[in-house]
């Protein structure tokens, strides 16, 4: 039947208007999506008064309409002839003259918008704090556009919001793909307000203009480092599209939005939208952390897929996602700006070490403690047995191995009494009350009476016992716990215009093959006291020496421009300890006699560790064995500059 009225206007005047199409058998499924379509589409109209129903049988389709509105239905059309109604009709062929779907529903939104302060587009996967913020937003006159789940969290805290699809005309689509990548989301963000031409064209196709933009992005690193690691596809569907694009075009346009990527600023945004305007400068603040936010998130993306096809060959190109973690009083020295950054780069994920330690007490840490800190973990992360390691300017002056961690720490201290003074102690166990006791009642072994000073513990773990005690050493002694950590991962260091990548020295003694070349053979015991002063050689700064036995550190050279001197410096620390005690040494001895090699067999040294490789290399074996030294090679070596 044909409506008795000129237009659904006209209809409106009445209390109730049904218009009903009788379809053909055939035809009818043709007008299935326009039916699920109108049923989409009222949803922007969000009636106050009589409820919208829509739906659709076969084979007639049947629309049952608000009418008590001023506003006229998106669906609205001119009224055709009965013989062209008739017909069966392409659903989404243009009409003539009329205004679309989505340009109605736009014009709506347009219309909402107008009423309220502004309008702001929340989409966050980051959900902490958004009720506070949706509120917030609400009480300071701004209309709330959302998606998906944002929108449901934010209906759920009773506070009104209308979805993306409103300002679009379309659902979302492609399992949630493509929501935001439309002209009615990004010509109302890109928009210049004091552009007349920009103005003008987004008017002419009714998109209203978004003055706060609140996004954050998938968890792709939560979800890549996952174990065991996600299927591929799983981890292309976190990667984030939409939400990089909205972000990127709000900072973009930050003279007119803000764009809003961390829950931190949230509160600073609700005060300043209270106060009446946004300031400028925090608007350009917000779109330089928004970039850094996309860059960051990038760089994690081109990470992981670098990963899947690199075949383990360095990146052709780079960037390492940082985050300001402490700003520093000073560098190496007062006059030279410091700060202390995590890494955030996949490959530093859940590893542990002094980047991600905890601090329970103590003065705040300085570039240097940062430093000595590391190297002392990272050392003492490289023993399996329980094990002390004293560092003083990232050299470890004392090492030692024991069952007792408190024995260990006292044979630590005993190797280099005056170098521990003022150190960093590492221990690869947890610290308990008798140990921290110990810790902070040691006396110095060079007097016996001055209480030992350190300015940083740290250790895996601390009974509460224990931690409880440890503070009353000192107010500003710094208590770290930390995962442990061998060495491990790739290493950057910098040069004046680049960067220097390597992996870590991760061999240990378990990996390598110790090559008897004397006529002399180690004893057991002799052995594995090569492979204790071996693994603390790593550590130690080249030239290096070290000299140990019973599985502690007697004394080490560190840093001499030529290996002679490293070793004399190690064989005085050692001191008449060094009877019967093992040396090695970093790299091979280009010289023997009347050099390193001869002087520790003179000062009765009973077994040496040295690389090997060297043209001279038999004069090192006929050296030892003149004097009836055991002589091992490793075939690594390992520098450290």
């Known amino acids: 039947t044909q409506p008795r009225f000129s237009s659904w206007r006209a209809a409106a005047r009445v209390t109730t208007c049904c218009c009903m199409r009788i379809l053909t058998t055939q035809s009818a499924p043709r007008f299935q999506p326009i039916a699920n379509m109108a049923l989409h589409a009222t949803r922007a109209l969000q009636p106050t008064a009589t409820q919208l129903l829509c739906s659709a049988v076969h084979p007639a389709v049947i629309a049952v309409r608000r009418v008590n509105t001023v506003t006229p239905c998106l669906r609205d059309q001119p009224i055709r002839s009965a013989a062209a109604s008739l017909q069966p009709q392409n659903p989404f062929a243009a009409r003539p003259n009329t205004p679309s779907i989505r340009v109605q529903r736009m014009s709506v939104m347009a219309a909402a918008a107008a009423g309220s302060k502004g309008r702001a587009l929340v989409s966050v996967s980051d959900k902490t704090g958004l009720e506070e913020l949706a509120k917030g937003l609400s009480a300071a006159g701004y209309e709330l556009v959302s998606t998906g789940g944002s929108a449901k969290a934010i209906e759920a805290a009773g506070v009104a919001v209308r979805k993306v699809e409103d300002l679009t005309g379309f659902p979302e689509m492609l399992d949630g793909r493509v929501k935001t990548l439309h002209p009615g989301v990004h010509g109302g963000i890109l928009a210049i307000r004091g552009n007349d031409e920009h103005m003008a064209a987004i008017k002419a196709h009714n998109i209203s203009t978004i003055d706060v933009v609140i996004v954050n ?49 949230y509160a600073e945004l609700l005060s300043q939208l209270q106060s009446g305007e946004v300031s400028a400068q925090f608007r350009k603040k917000m779109a330089w952390k928004a970039y850094q936010h996309t860059a960051s998130y990038d760089a994690q993306v081109a990470e992981w897929l670098w990963g899947q096809v690199g075949e383990g060959q360095p990146a052709p190109e780079m960037s390492v996602p940082m985050k300001l973690e402490q700003g520093l009083r000073y560098g190496e020295n007062p006059h030279q700006a410091a700060a202390f950054y995590t890494d955030l780069s996949l490959a530093e994920y859940n590893k542990g070490g002094i980047a991600t330690a905890v601090q329970h007490h103590g003065k705040e840490m300085s570039y240097n403690n940062y430093l000595d800190a590391d190297a002392a973990y990272s050392c003492c992360c490289d023993f399996k047995e329980p094990t002390c390691v004293i560092v003083k300017h990232t050299n470890p002056c004392g090492v030692a191995t024991r069952d007792d961690l408190l024995e260990a720490y006292r044979l630590a201290v005993i190797a280099d009494p005056v170098s521990a003074f003022g150190g960093i102690v590492a221990f690869n166990r947890p610290v308990d009350e008798k140990l921290a006791r110990e810790l902070r009642e040691f006396r110095s072994p060079t007097d016996g009476e001055t209480r030992m000073f350190y300015e940083i513990v740290v250790a895996p773990g601390y009974t509460p016992e224990g931690l409880e005690v ?46 008897v ?90 077994a040496i560790a040295h690389p090997g490789g060297s043209i001279r290399d038999h004069d090192a074996i006929d050296c030892c064995n003149k004097y009836g030294v055991a002589l091992v090679t490793t075939g690594v070596r390992h520098f450290k500059h």
């Open 470 to 515: 440890l503070k009353g050493k000192s107010k500003a002694l710094r208590i770290l716990e930390a995962k442990p950590r061998p060495p491990s991962g790739r290493s950057l260091r910098q040069v004046a215009g680049g960067w220097l990548l390597q992996g870590a020295d991760d061999l240990s003694p378990e990996d390598i093959t110790f090559t």
């Open 217 to 265: 992005l998938y968890p792709f690193r939560a979800t890549v480092t996952r174990s065991p690691p996600p299927p591929f596809a799983e981890g292309v569907e976190n990667i984030d599209i939409g939400g990089p694009a909205m972000i990127r075009a709000a900072a973009k346009n930050h003279g007119d939005v803000t764009v809003i990527v961390d829950p931190a600023d």
């Open 517 to 606: 070349v004397s006529e002399k053979q180690p004893t057991e015991k002799q052995l594995e006291d090569l492979k204790f002063a071996w693994r603390c050689v790593k550590h130690v700064k080249s030239n290096a020496i070290t000299v140990a036995k019973d599985h502690k550190l007697l004394g080490m050279g560190s840093g001499q421009p030529n290996r002679v001197k490293s070793t004399q410096i190690a064989m005085e620390k050692a001191g008449s300890d060094i009877k019967g005690a093992v040396l090695a040494s970093d790299a091979f001895f280009p010289f023997s006699w009347g050099d390193s090699v001869e002087m520790a067999c003179q000062a009765g040294v009973a």
